[in-house]
C-alpha cells in the first residue's frame, strides 16, 4: 500500500524490480526507445534522473510484466477481486452475508476523502514547458502523456461520486497548441467526459477537467477499469490503493492529493484543434483529427514529483499487461453481462479491437436435425453491441463440443474453426457500421464494417499442412508460404485502389477456381498481402497484418462465391491484407536514435545488465 508513486518505485528497487538510468537521456524519442527495448526484454522499471530539458524525473515500465503489478498490488488484490465479483453478482451478498461483511467494511473505507486545503500537489506552481516533453515516435505531432488520469464532473450532479476517471491521451505540444496555455484532449463523445462535455455545452459553460499525472500506481489502473455500474473509479483506486483517494479543491477545479502532477483547465464548447499524429495500439499512426482543446487554468507538482509514462506501439506493449491485468481482476464478468458467454478473447496481437474470439453456448440443438450455429449467432450480435468489444471487425464464435476449447490457444482455435465452418453459411456481415477510431482500415473514422465467422458441428474439412499445388506457379500470386494448418499467405502486387483490386481478385478467384482439385479443399483461408515470409514468420505477423489492414466487407473474396437470399457464401475466404494507400503508416523507429541509446546497454551503462534479444 502506497502513499506515492515514488514510495512504489523505492519498493520495487528495494525487491530488484527497477533500475535507475543515471545517464542524461533526450525526451525526444530517446526514452521511448530505450523503454521499448526493456521491455521486450522482459527488464524491469526504469526511473530516469536526468531527463534532458526538465529538472523532472521520469519512469517507465512500471506494469511492464505481470509478476511486477501483481507484486505492486500484492496486498489489496484478493479483497479488491472479490469487491468486485460481489458487485457483478450481488446476490452473492444475500446468500452469504457475514462472509461478505468485510466487503462492505472495505468498499466503505476505501470512500474518496475530502481534505480541505491539504495540498502537496500545489507546492510548486509550474508551466507545461517544464514538464518532461516526451515525444515517442518519429511522427508523432508533439509531446504526449500517455497515463493521465483524467477527471471531469457531470454539470448536472456535480460531486466526486458522480465524477469520471478516464485515461484519454494529451497532446502537450506542436501543431497548432499555443505553449503553456494550450493542450489537446483525444476522446470519444460517448466516453465519461464527452457525455459530461455535451452537458456542459447545453448549458453554455465550460466543461472544469483536471489532469492528474503519477500518484499511486493504483489510480493509474482505475482510470482504466470497466467498472460494474455504481462503483466509482475513484472508490475503486481506494480499494486496490488500500487507502482513500485524498481531493481537495483549487479553484473549483478538483484536485489530487497524492497525485505528483495536476494540470487543470475548461473545455469551451466547438473549440477544436488538430490532434495528432500519435503511435497508436494498432501499430500504426493514429492521424491528426479536430479534438477538443483544453485551455490551461493551473500546472502544479509536489515536492519531488516523477513523471510516469509509457510507450504505446505494435502490441505486445505495456498497456498489454493493463489488458491482463483486468481480465484477471474482473473474471467473470462478461458472463454476466452477455447470458450463454464462456469466453471472449480480444487479441492482442491484432492490436486488440480488431480481432475477437468468442466461445459461447449451443443449447439450440436438441431442436435441430444437425449441429450448426444457432445459438451462438445471438451471442455473437450481443458480444458486437456491448461496450469496448463493439469495436471488433472479426469475431470468430465456436461453442464447445464435447471437449474444452480455449481462445488464448490461437492456432488451435482458429483451426477449429476452420476445419467446421461451412463458407456458405456461416459467414455473416455488418456494413456500414463502426469500428474503432484508430483503425484506419475502414471507409472513414469510425467507419468499417464487421463479420461473423461462426463454426458448430461435425468437422467438415481437413486442413492443408504444406502448400497445396493450386497455388503454385500462378500468374498473379507469389511465394505461397503455409502460415497454419488451413492458411496460406500469397504475395501480390501492390495495392492501388479498390477498383483494381476487385478486377484483380475476380482473376485470381477465376485462376484458382481452374485449379479445382488441386488440394485447395484444404485451404479455407488464403491471406493475400505484401510480404509473405514476413507474415508467415510468426503468428503475431499473421494476426497483425491480416486484422490491421483489411476492412471486411471490402477486403473479403472468395472463389466460386455467389449470393442467396442475400447471403454472401464461398469455397475458399480470400482476405486481402495488403497495404492501402488510406491507411495510416506503420511505426518504424528512427535508426540515428537507436544508434544513441546503445550506450545505455553498453559495459558500464545503467542498463548493461539488461540482456536484449
Known amino acids: 500500500m502506497y502513499n506515492s508513486l515514488e514510495e512504489c518505485l523505492l519498493d520495487l528497487e528495494k525487491h530488484g524490480h527497477l533500475i535507475r538510468v543515471k545517464e542524461e537521456v533526450d525526451p525526444h524519442l530517446e526514452m521511448a526507445a530505450i523503454h521499448l527495448r526493456v521491455y521486450e526484454a522482459g527488464g524491469p522499471a526504469l526511473l530516469f534522473e536526468n531527463v534532458k530539458g526538465t529538472r523532472f524525473r521520469a519512469a517507465s515500465n512500471i506494469f511492464g510484466t505481470m509478476d511486477r503489478s501483481r507484486f505492486i498490488f500484492r ?3 484478493d479483497s479488491t477481486q472479490n469487491l468486485i465479483a460481489l458487485r ?35 507546492a510548486e506552481q509550474i508551466q507545461i514547458s517544464d514538464l518532461p516533453l516526451i515525444q515517442h515516435w518519429p511522427m508523432d505531432g508533439g509531446a504526449f502523456v500517455t497515463l493521465p488520469l483524467v477527471y471531469s464532473e457531470d454539470p448536472d450532479k456535480p460531486g466526486i461520486m458522480n465524477a469520471n476517471l478516464g485515461m484519454y491521451r494529451i497532446q502537450l505540444t506542436g501543431n497548432d497548441y499555443e505553449l503553456n496555455r494550450e493542450i489537446g484532449l483525444h476522446y470519444q463523445i460517448h466516453r465519461g467526459i464527452g457525455v459530461h462535455q455535451s452537458k456542459a455545452n447545453r ?24 467498472l460494474p455500474e455504481g462503483l466509482s473509479e475513484m472508490t475503486f483506486a481506494g480499494l486496490l490503493a488500500g487507502r482513500r483517494f485524498n481531493y481537495s479543491y483549487l479553484d473549483g477545479h478538483a ?23 500519435f503511435g497508436d495500439h494498432l501499430g500504426y499512426y493514429s492521424l491528426a483529427h479536430p479534438f477538443p482543446v483544453l485551455k490551461v487554468h493551473g500546472v502544479y507538482a509536489r515536492p519531488r514529483a516523477i513523471w510516469p509514462f509509457t510507450v504505446v506501439g505494435r502490441p505486445p506493449q505495456e498497456d498489454t499487461v493493463f489488458g491482463e491485468l483486468i481480465h484477471e481482476l474482473t473474471g467473470d464478468a462478461v458472463k454476466q453481462e452477455i447470458p450463454g458467454v464462456k469466453e471472449v478473447h480480444a487479441v492482442d496481437a491484432a492490436g486488440v479491437h480488431p480481432l475477437l474470439f468468442a466461445i459461447g453456448s449451443e443449447r439450440y440443438t436438441p431442436y435441430q436435425k444437425v449441429k450448426q450455429p444457432a445459438e451462438i449467432l445471438t451471442i455473437a450480435n450481443r458480444i458486437l453491441g456491448t461496450g469496448q468489444v463493439s469495436l471488433a471487425k472479426y469475431l470468430f464464435i465456436t461453442a464447445e463440443d464435447g471437449y474444452p476449447l480455449d481462445t488464448h490457444k490461437e492456432v488451435e482455435f482458429i483451426g477449429h474453426i476452420l476445419e467446421r465452418m461451412d463458407l456458405r453459411r456461416d459467414i455473416h456481415f455488418q456494413t456500414n457500421t463502426t469500428i474503432d477510431t484508430l483503425d484506419y482500415s475502414g471507409t472513414g473514422l469510425n467507419t468499417g464494417s464487421k463479420v461473423i465467422l461462426a463454426a458448430y458441428g461435425d468437422k467438415r474439412r481437413e486442413l492443408c499442412r504444406e502448400v497445396p499445388e493450386a497455388l503454385k506457379g500462378l500468374r498473379t500470386l507469389h ?11 500469397v504475395q501480390s502486387q501492390p495495392f492501388t485502389d479498390y477498383a483494381a483490386a476487385r478486377q484483380e481478385l475476380a482473376d485470381v478467384c477465376a485462376s484458382l477456381e481452374a485449379r479445382e482439385g488441386l488440394g485447395l479443399e484444404g485451404v479455407p483461408l488464403i491471406i493475400l498481402c505484401d510480404d509473405s515470409a514476413m507474415v508467415s514468420d510468426t503468428l503475431s505477423n499473421f494476426l497483425w497484418v491480416t486484422f490491421t489492414r483489411s476492412n471486411p466487407s471490402h477486403d473479403m473474396y472468395g472463389t466460386n462465391s455467389s449470393y442467396e437470399f442475400k447471403h454472401w457464401g464461398c469455397d475458399n475466404m480470400i482476405i486481402d491484407a495488403r497495404i492501402k494507400p488510406h491507411q495510416a503508416p506503420p511505426l518504424v523507429p528512427d535508426a540515428d536514435v537507436e544508434r544513441r541509446v546503445d550506450r545505455l546497454f553498453a559495459s558500464g551503462g545503467s542498463l548493461s545488465s539488461i540482456k536484449l534479444s
Do not use: C
Open 255 to 277: 484536485m489530487s492529493n497524492d497525485a505528483d502532477f495536476v494540470i487543470t483547465g475548461e473545455i469551451f464548447a466547438d473549440e477544436t484543434k488538430p490532434e495528432g499524429p
Open 203 to 226: 448549458e453554455g459553460k465550460p466543461l472544469k477537467v483536471s489532469i492528474f499525472v503519477g500518484g499511486p500506481p493504483a489510480h493509474t489502473l482505475a482510470a482504466v477499469m470497466p
Open 88 to 122: 457483478n453478482d450481488p446476490m452473492q451478498a444475500l446468500k452469504h452475508p457475514f462472509a461478505n461483511v468485510k466487503n462492505g467494511l472495505a468498499a466503505y473505507k476505501a470512500l474518496p476523502n475530502k481534505r480541505g486545503n491539504s495540498l502537496p500537489v500545489a
Open 75 to 77: 496486498h489489496t488484490w
Open 479 to 489: 511465394e505461397p508460404r503455409l502460415v497454419m494448418p488451413g492458411v496460406i499467405a
